[in-house]
């Protein structure tokens, strides 16, 4: 399975300039992981329905993919950061951006509107 909802270079930026690189399979790994985590959060395929999904939709789910993708980079290895503070920081902004788009994404009235572009 390829990833579908978002982009290796999207976790990177979302890791941080200090963020271990790892080659593409290990990136679809993490990504794969993420879009599973989404999709049974969120008790919705995301990834079924992409195609017939707004451009805002698919720019917020990349957005939760990534961040969720990041943080598991940012755990693989965070020897290049400054500090620990630094990569605690960076998983820190990374959480708080998966759980806003989670609670996003939960929202009946939400997904309505993501899916049809309209609320019922």
């Known amino acids: ?6 982009t ?4 990177v930026l979302k890791a941080g300039a200090n963020a271990p ?4 399979a290990q990136y679809d790994g993490l990504i794969e992981n993420a879009e599973s985590f989404v999709n049974v959060s969120t008790k919705f395929d995301w990834i079924a329905s992409y195609p017939s999904l707004t451009s805002g939709a698919k720019l ?3 957005d939760v993919v990534a961040s969720y993708a ?3 980079l940012i755990n693989y ?9 630094e990569a605690q920081v960076m998983l820190d902004v990374n959480w708080s951006k998966t759980v806003e788009g989670i ?4 929202d009946d009235n939400y997904r309505t509107f993501i899916q049809e572009g309209e609320v019922r």
Request: charged share 15%; hydrophobic share 40%; proline share 3%.
């Open 60 to 62: 917020l789910l990349s």
């Open 8 to 11: 290796s270079g999207q976790v």
């Open 1 to 6: 399975m390829a990833p579908t909802l978002c």
């Open 103 to 106: 609670n996003l994404l939960k």
């Open 70 to 72: 990041a943080i598991d």
């Open 77 to 85: 290895d965070m020897s290049g950061y400054t500090s620990r503070t």
């Open 21 to 24: 690189i790892l080659n593409e």
